[in-house]
């Protein structure tokens, strides 16, 4: 089928202002919209500027907006996104980080926030040459914010950052939520005092965009929701 | 722009962040990636990393070295072998003590299951050796490694591209590097570099490689007379989605998964007896094949493109659930089944160098039969070859040659630059990168990348792929050296300076034609079959003329080609049967 994409095109040294470009691509209902975007990159315009690895939804490098839902390209098939031949998807930047080229985004805050949250395990009891242990309950306890692949797309879709730029956002909240989880862990007061915060966990407003659109299908609200419960019987314990 | 540091490297996998993790504790450290170094390729690893930590069952370290050896086809270096399986255990305990989130039994130990030829016992029978985290080993090895980094304020300079190293009096003086976000060049003086570019299965049509994998790292050294070692085994892993390649892991098959054909007959029962569909990779994928040109297929139409069945609907949902959710998602996202339902359909899919930069045990650059090193030059994980994996590698052993030898090449790195002299420029060093990137944006008429690509990808996979013969690389090599000629009038169409990811892609494509035409004339020469390396027309292993690794130097258009001695000293080589 042939299809329209509609991309948002930029270039800082010498564009104004962004505007749409519009290609023309022939697609099998199946094919991925990286394949699309690789079809025009390699046979119409090699200037188009986007980033891509994996091509199977592990690696996080191309998020973007596909007709206004925050994803990755490669793991949207055009027949989610296109019904019928002739028919226009449009493709723009992540949002709340600067564009830096046509779909590349600055994402520097993005790791910022997550390095803000400790996101490694601390622990700094002795082990005894073997592993520390783990049962299966606890293991799972926090299975599926191990998933994230910080692609960013939650970050795009939260509508809270437009009010609110200081907002640590959902990923990195999740991955708070990860370590907090963590059995193993033992650095709950300094990450809670971290989240338990404007910018943290209670600047949460519970839209679900985050877990609406999250490539990985992690229930991102839910663990900021359990996050906070984690700060309150923090809080709780302390004054009893 | 010229930076000073002591130690430089070049990829931010598994191998390079284990090595910046060692480096960094005493030297001057800086990690150069191509990508967000949380977005490399090893994060696409699923299903394990083998280790006799002996949790659910008996095993043994040397056990563990006989399987590499054997699946290796004797092809391995045996007491690189032995280091590997030996160091396993600690390299695991030390990755969970990271914080990396195992799998557990129920007493809440690291979890262990099945994977392709690794047996109890010299091989008596199947043994569960593979650690895992769910079917995302690989993406939690990353992830807690890249953690580990930022805990211990790992310098990164993300995307950056590598485009030559500099190479003076036997020593390495550091590399010529292009920053993306500037299309600035920059100069990184070092005492010791590493390379973990990770693979380059982008040489091939169908692959479950990334786009980034296309070989940069063994590219740059083979320009500059380093010789690349066994290119000619290259894995194609048995089960990729049909169409797509992308990777099913061989843990499904751990699991309890089936491979059927048309007649849903078991057909590994008449290849490997005793290992079934757990034998090794290329024995798996030669069967698969074979089973396709019988039209013994799916379609039965004996084309190139049929497939088999990978069964997995017996499984049930809690174990699909628990231990491969991300390969469930894969079949409902790109073939629209539920693996609980439906068998997946599969194919073999090009997906992993034994081949690469010749290193010995420490991780430095080996660059010849005598064993002569160049000093500050390092290389580990799928872009080395130490050789662990010969001319198979087992499922699990990558995630774990990483570890093991990233490890130990920042460990060596460490002691090295203590002594090392001060880095130091050289005179015009990014004076080759400059003459080929001007050329790419000069603003002449060439053609674009897209067809080279293409026809580079599908001359690979049909002529240098699964089963070989003289004919069809004979025609492949002359190929490919056309390709390279074309090569050399192509240009860019963004002449820009900022993320001109066209100016990277074409640098990327002149490393993936080098590269083929090392595999092609490294593949063409050996005439025997050898683990991944089947000759139609040499069916059988020849160990008194090939048991030999093949050193393969590029220079200019010409590929020379010599040989080194493979490490025997514990094991016989014998038939390889299972």
């Not at chain 1, 749409?20 to 691509?25: G, L």
């Not at chain 2, 006989?66 to 160091?87: P, R, S």
Request: hydrophobic share 35%.
């Amino acid at each position: 089928m042939n299809i329209t994409l509609n991309i948002q095109r930029y270039n800082p040294d010498t564009d104004e202002e962004s505007y749409f470009q519009q290609y023309q691509v022939d697609v099998k209902p199946t094919d991925r919209l990286l394949d699309a975007l690789m079809q025009v990159k390699r046979f119409q315009d090699g200037s188009l500027g986007f980033r891509k690895s994996c091509a199977h939804g592990v690696c996080g490098s191309d998020g973007m907006r596909i007709n206004g839902v925050d994803g990755l390209a490669c793991k949207t098939l055009i027949k989610d996104i296109a019904a019928h031949d002739g028919d226009t998807v449009t493709v723009e930047p992540l949002r709340h980080l600067p564009v830096q080229r046509d779909l590349i985004v600055d994402q520097q805050e993005f790791f910022e926030k997550y390095r803000a949250i400790k996101p490694y395990l601390i622990n700094d009891e002795p082990v005894a040459g073997k592993e520390r242990l783990q049962s299966p309950r606890e293991r799972m306890a926090f299975d599926d914010a191990t998933s994230c692949i910080l692609c960013a797309s939650c970050y795009s879709a939260c509508p809270i950052p437009v009010e609110q730029p200081d907002f640590l956002g959902p990923a990195a909240l999740a991955q708070a939520f990860r370590f907090l989880a963590d059995s193993r862990d033992r650095a709950t007061e300094q990450r809670l005092a971290i989240v338990d915060t404007e910018e943290g966990a209670w600047g949460c407003q519970n839209h679900f965009q985050c877990t609406r659109v999250c490539p990985r299908s992690i229930l991102i609200t839910k663990r900021i929701n359990e996050t906070k419960r984690m700060i309150k019987q923090s809080k709780e314990k302390e004054s009893s | 722009m010229i930076h000073n540091f002591d130690t430089v490297i070049v990829g931010s996998g598994g191998a390079g962040l284990y090595a910046a993790l060692e480096a960094s504790a005493r030297s001057k450290t800086a990690v150069l990636s191509k990508l967000y170094p949380i977005r490399s390729h090893t994060g696409a690893a699923q299903g394990g990393i083998s280790a006799a930590l002996g949790n659910v069952e008996e095993d043994s370290a040397q056990w563990h070295a006989f399987d590499t050896v054997k699946g290796g086809d004797y092809l391995v270096d045996q007491q690189a072998a032995m280091i590997l399986t030996e160091e396993a255990i600690q390299a695991v305990y030390d990755l969970e003590n990271r914080g990396l989130p195992f799998n557990r039994t129920p007493e809440g130990r690291i979890d262990q299951r099945r994977f392709g030829g690794h047996t109890r016992n010299f091989g008596e029978g199947p043994v569960r050796r593979a650690c895992y985290a769910a079917d995302r080993t690989g993406h939690m090895i990353l992830q807690t490694l890249y953690q580990q980094c930022i805990k211990n304020e790992v310098s990164f300079f993300d995307e950056f591209q590598v485009v030559d190293v500099i190479i003076e009096d036997g020593s390495c003086r550091g590399v010529v590097v292009v920053e993306l976000a500037t299309g600035e060049m920059h100069i990184f003086a070092a005492k010791a570099v590493l390379f973990a570019t990770g693979g380059f299965g982008r040489i091939f049509k169908i692959t479950s490689n990334a786009y980034a994998n296309t070989g940069d790292g063994p590219a740059v050294c083979a320009r500059r007379g380093i010789p690349l070692e066994d290119m000619e085994f290259y894995q194609f892993h048995p089960t990729g989605i049909m169409g797509l390649g992308i990777l099913i892991s061989e843990a499904v098959r751990g699991e309890g998964g089936i491979l059927r054909n048309r007649d849903g007959e078991r057909f590994m029962e008449r290849y490997s007896p005793t290992l079934l569909d757990l034998a090794p990779r290329d024995i798996v994928a030669r069967s698969i094949l074979t089973e396709v040109r019988a039209g013994q297929g799916i379609r039965g139409d004996r084309r190139i493109d049929d497939y088999v069945h990978l069964d997995a609907t017996h499984l049930g949902k809690e174990v699909l659930d628990a231990k491969l959710p991300d390969i469930s998602g894969f079949c409902r996202t790109y073939l629209g089944i539920d693996p609980i339902d439906a068998p997946i359909p599969v194919l073999p899919t090009a997906h992993y160098a034994m081949g690469g930069i010749p290193t010995d045990v420490h991780g430095r650059v080996v660059i010849d039969r005598e064993g002569t090193i160049i000093d500050g030059l390092y290389a580990a994980g799928e872009c080395a070859c130490v050789s662990v994996h010969g001319a198979n590698r087992l499922g699990t052993n990558s995630l774990l040659d990483l570890i093991v030898f990233g490890r130990r090449a920042g460990q060596h790195i460490a002691e090295y630059v203590k002594d090392a002299p001060a880095p130091r420029p050289v005179a015009d060093a990014d004076e080759f990168a400059r003459a080929w990137i001007d050329r790419l944006l000069d603003g002449a008429d060439g053609p674009h990348g897209g067809a080279i690509t293409d026809e580079m990808q599908v001359t690979m996979m049909e002529k240098v792929g699964i089963y070989r013969n003289k004919a069809d690389m004979s025609v492949a090599v002359d190929q490919i050296q056309e390709l390279r000629s074309r090569y050399q009038t192509v240009r860019v169409q963004d002449t820009g300076s900022r993320f001109n990811t066209d100016l990277l892609e074409l640098i990327e494509l002149g490393n993936l034609l080098d590269l083929s035409l090392v595999t092609a004339v490294s593949a063409l020469h050996r005439e025997e079959s050898r683990g991944a390396h089947s000759r139609e027309d040499f069916p059988e292993r020849d160990d008194d003329t090939w048991l030999k690794h093949t050193l393969a130097y590029l220079e200019g258009d010409e590929v020379r080609l010599d040989y080194k001695a493979v490490d025997t000293s514990i094991w016989e080589p014998k038939p390889r049967t299972y």
